[in-house]
């Protein structure tokens, strides 16, 4: 059974680009959250979708934003980037909302210069 | 706001010498506690979640137990490839984000 899939899992951006990440949940799961970890502040909530509906949301800027797809696949994209916003970004899936097993993805290492 | 304190930040032990990790948390209702390893450069991997006090869940030397405010994880007779950062996470009754905490680094040098 195939893990929760990021993509792409390294990449470099330059201050002012935006980007765009991509999780696929494991099959089933249509609960995906994303997190952010940096060495500074450890692992912090971004959002979480269900069903296509966004849930819940982290304390960040307007700049983060996310969307989740029919078939539970879900992006979120980072606009106008800032040095500040280089870390991991995981993604994670549970199978309900409520779901009390969460895994997560590899993450995406996102760096900007 | 939920809270989740570990300690110690880092850890050092030989191989077989046993020892405990702490969590300590604030929730205004907890609907689960969680323990997750992570490898340099790779995503938290799961390892349990614990639902209410006196619980206790168990997986190879690994060991979990929960009360009212804080949760152990016991590791027996540590092995090298046991070194990873552990780290704690809640979900409060009413809520569906992981509040972590800052996670506890351990070497099990052979």
């Known amino acids: 059974k195939a893990g929760v899939t990021q993509t792409p899992r390294y990449l470099i951006k330059t201050r002012g680009q935006q980007v765009t990440l991509s999780c696929s949940p494991i099959s089933g799961h249509r609960s995906v959250s994303w997190y952010q970890q940096t060495p500074g502040q450890g692992l912090q909530f971004l959002f979480e979708?269900?069903?296509?509906?966004?849930?819940n949301k982290g304390n960040f800027p307007g700049r983060f934003s996310g969307r989740q797809f029919s078939n539970s696949r879900s992006e979120m994209n980072v606009s106008t980037l800032e040095l500040g916003d280089s870390a991991l970004y995981l993604c994670a899936s549970s199978l309900t909302a409520t779901g009390n097993t969460i895994y997560f993805g590899e993450g995406s290492w996102l760096t900007v210069v | 706001e939920d809270q989740v304190t570990q300690s110690p930040e880092a850890l050092r032990l030989q191989e077989g010498e046993s020892s405990s990790l702490n969590c300590s948390y604030t929730v205004s209702g907890l609907r689960g506690l969680f323990w997750y390893r992570q490898d340099p450069g790779k995503g938290p991997e799961f390892l349990f979640t614990?639902?209410?006090a006196g619980e206790e869940k168990e997986k190879e030397r690994l060991k979990a137990t929960l009360t009212k405010k804080e949760s152990f994880l016991h590791i027996t007779a540590p092995k090298p490839e046991d070194s990873a950062t552990y780290l704690c996470?809640?979900?409060?009754?009413?809520?569906?984000?992981?509040?972590f905490g800052e996670g506890t680094q351990l070497t099990v040098n052979p």
């Open positions: 614990l639902y209410s």
């Open positions: 979708y269900f069903s296509e509906t966004q849930r």
């Open positions: 996470a809640v979900i409060e009754t009413s809520g569906s984000r992981l509040t």
